[in-house]
Structures are given as structure tokens and as C-alpha cells.
């Protein structure tokens, strides 16, 4: 019985424990989760030219990495003014023409598109008179010329512009009297100005088909020269 009562004494105060309540340490409410930041996708249009002009440079380099030089045939009509004739002197003429898009130094619409550098040969000749008197005629014409292109909508891959430049004008000649030749040589500056459409299509990843319609004047001293053609080449 003794061992009974020993059993229950330590027992009382294990059960006392037991039914109590314990203490419980409190804890605060966890913070709610951040909000997400608004995602905003890219946006050209919000570039300001004005503010990132090197952000806007890249990307026209991305769009258009050509380097923007062109090579171009020439041929047209020339109405050429003749001192020794009444009226126009009209001859079909032919030449070369580099084109250099000098605006893409500065690498920011509207100077990107806008500026272009060009240098034109034109050539012609013709020859009048007898199988015994007869005279040839060469006229060279060497211009460099800035113009100012104007895009026709948006995307579009005409142009039209304003051009006006200066050069010279190279021109030979000779007299034939049966065996007796008389040559004749003389250059003179000029001034060139006029007006005309370009297009640039894509043919290639890095690669343009360039197309030219266009009506020029040349002052030459006294003289005033119209010309009027067209051009095609390729643009790198």
C-alpha cells in the first residue's frame, strides 16, 4: 500500500502539469508579399531623338546597317545651249555617279534620310559637217552636289528631292579639213541645280537596288544646260 501511495504523490503533480496551459510565445503576422512591378514592353515610339540621341543611333544602324554609299549608270537627254547654234542642242549623254548618305554620320532622323552627297560624270558628243569638213564635239560635265530628300509616307521606299551643287565643265573639240586637224580644248565652272524621285528597294540583307528620275539645269558662263534621265545602281 505504501508503494501505491508513493506511485500517486508523484503522479498528482505530473497530471497537474499535463492539464495546464502552456504559454505560448506570440509571434507577429508575416508582412504580405511585394506587389509585382508593372512590366512595360519596349516601345520605339518612346524614345525621345531629342533626349537619347545614341539610343536612336543604334537602333536606325540596327535597322539599316548599310554603309550608304551607291554606285549608279547615268543616261539621259541633254539639251545643251550652243553658241554657234539657234535653239537647243539636243544629245544623249551617259556617265557614272557615286552616292554617299553623308546624313548618316549624324545617325538621327530626319538628317539620317534627309542628307545625301553626290558625284556625277556626265558625257556627250556629237560630230557635224562633210566627210571632207566635219567637227567633233566632247562635253564633260563633273558636278558634286548635296541634296535634300523628302520620304513619300511612311515606309515608302521613294524619295523625292532638291539638289543644287557645282562643278565643271570639261569640253574638247576639233576641226577636220581633209587631212588638217585643228583641235580646240576649254573648261569652264558650272553650277548645277534641279529636282527628282529616288527609290531604294531591298534586294538583300545588306544590299539596295537604287533608281533615279530627275531633271537638272547647268549654267556654264552664258550658257544654260537642261538635262533630263534616269539612273540605276546599287546601294551597300
Same mark, same amino acid.
Given at each position: 500500500?505504501?508503494?501505491?501511495w508513493l506511485v ?21 503576422? *508575416? *508582412? *504580405? ?19 537619347? =540621341? ?7 544602324? $540596327?535597322?539599316?546597317?548599310?554603309? &550608304? ?11 545643251? /545651249? ?6 537647243? /542642242? ?6 557614272? %555617279?557615286?552616292? @554617299? ?7 538621327? =532622323? *530626319?538628317? %539620317? ?22 567637227? %567633233? ?10 541634296? @535634300? ?8 521606299? @521613294? ?18 579639213? &581633209? ?15 534641279? $529636282? ?31 538635262w533630263a534621265g ?7
Amino acid at each position: 500500500m505504501k508503494r501505491w501511495w508513493l506511485v500517486s504523490l508523484l503522479l498528482v503533480p505530473m497530471l497537474a502539469l499535463a492539464q495546464s496551459d502552456p504559454e505560448f510565445i506570440p509571434y507577429d503576422d *508575416p *508582412p *504580405p508579399p511585394p506587389e509585382s512591378l508593372p512590366t512595360r514592353e519596349y516601345d520605339p515610339g518612346l524614345i525621345d531623338d531629342h533626349l537619347y =540621341p545614341e539610343a536612336s543611333r543604334s537602333f536606325s544602324r $540596327l535597322d539599316d546597317p548599310n554603309t &550608304g554609299l551607291a554606285f549608279e549608270g547615268v543616261t539621259g537627254l541633254f539639251f545643251g /545651249d550652243n553658241a554657234h547654234r539657234r535653239g537647243p /542642242d539636243f544629245r544623249f549623254t551617259g556617265g557614272l %555617279r557615286a552616292t @554617299w548618305e553623308v546624313g548618316r554620320l549624324f545617325g538621327v =532622323p *530626319p538628317w %539620317r534620310e534627309g542628307l545625301v552627297l553626290d558625284g556625277t560624270w556626265w558625257a556627250s558628243g556629237r560630230r557635224d559637217g562633210s566627210d571632207f569638213i566635219f567637227s %567633233r564635239e566632247a562635253l564633260h560635265l563633273f558636278t558634286l552636289a548635296p541634296a @535634300w530628300h523628302f520620304p513619300l509616307g511612311e515606309g515608302s521606299a @521613294w524619295t523625292a528631292y532638291l539638289q543644287a551643287g557645282a562643278g565643271i565643265a570639261y569640253q574638247t573639240g576639233s576641226i577636220t579639213t &581633209g587631212q588638217v586637224v585643228t583641235p580646240v580644248a576649254g573648261v569652264r565652272p558650272l553650277i548645277q541645280y534641279g $529636282l527628282g524621285l529616288r527609290a531604294r528597294p531591298q534586294i538583300g540583307e545588306r544590299l539596295h537596288m537604287t533608281i533615279r528620275v530627275e531633271l537638272m539645269r547647268f549654267r556654264r558662263g552664258y550658257l544654260d544646260d537642261t538635262w533630263a534621265g534616269f539612273s540605276l545602281g546599287l546601294a551597300f
